[in-house]
């Protein structure tokens, strides 16, 4: 048989390190180098925001709104305006955040009619302002379903959604017509008085301190499909 022998040759490096370099070469294959080359990139952003603002005719920050002399049979409107001042698309909404005016509202039945519009849009026509609450169980609830035909209940609902996707600085506005109704015949002896006192008194009859008047609201901006 014939037997191939590897030769190695012994060199001595520096301090007489001993080094052996085969003889027995293979074939030349990669050296590992290459070209290489880079770019840096970063991911940034911003936040976004959601804002809303309300304006008077001055271009003011305002909602304030108010009836004055309401007469029986003779609707009055009033129209707050607000703004999206925020950085993106939003919804907004009218929420009535206080519980008992918005029941001391739903208590007058069809001794008042309340309408709701949102840039000419109605979003409540009710002529049954009755939330069908009961205070006691000798009076249980005789309202019906809700719903705007005649005779079913047809109270404020605590919110409603006034604009969808709505765009930075566009404007929309929100108006509530209040009537009492024409078979409304009782006044205060000396005249006038407060719109809307709550709470109202129980239905045993109990008559509650009055704690305010009105009917308090906001206006609500959320991200575009959120609810307030």
Request: charged content about 10%; aromatic content about 8%; overall charge neutral.
């Amino acid at each position: 048989m014939n037997k191939t022998t590897s030769r190695k040759k012994i060199f001595f490096g520096a301090g007489g390190v001993a080094v052996a370099l085969s003889m027995a070469l293979a074939a030349v294959g990669p050296t590992g180098a290459y070209f290489s080359d880079t770019a840096q990139g970063a991911v940034g952003g911003s936040i976004g925001s959601i804002k809303v603002a309300g304006i008077d005719g001055t271009g003011a920050d305002s909602l304030g709104l108010a009836f004055t002399n309401l007469l029986p049979g003779t609707p009055q409107t009033v129209t707050s305006r607000y703004t999206n001042t925020g950085l993106n698309n939003q919804d907004v909404w009218v929420v009535f955040n206080n519980a008992d005016a918005l029941h001391a509202l739903n208590d007058l039945g069809t001794y008042g009619e309340f309408h709701l519009a949102a840039n000419g849009n109605a979003l409540l026509d009710s002529t049954n302002l009755n939330d069908g609450k009961s205070n006691t169980a000798v009076t249980p609830n005789t309202c019906g379903p809700f719903g705007a035909t005649a005779g079913l209940c047809n109270p404020l609902l605590p919110s409603y959604k006034l604009a969808s996707n709505m765009g930075p600085g566009a404007v929309g506005n929100v108006s509530f017509t209040f009537a009492y109704a024409g078979k409304t015949v009782y006044q205060s002896e000396a005249g006038g008085g407060i719109w809307n006192a709550f709470p109202v008194a129980q239905k045993n009859g109990a008559v509650p301190a009055i704690e305010g008047n009105g009917l308090p609201y906001k206006i609500v901006a959320t991200q575009v499909g959120q609810t307030p």
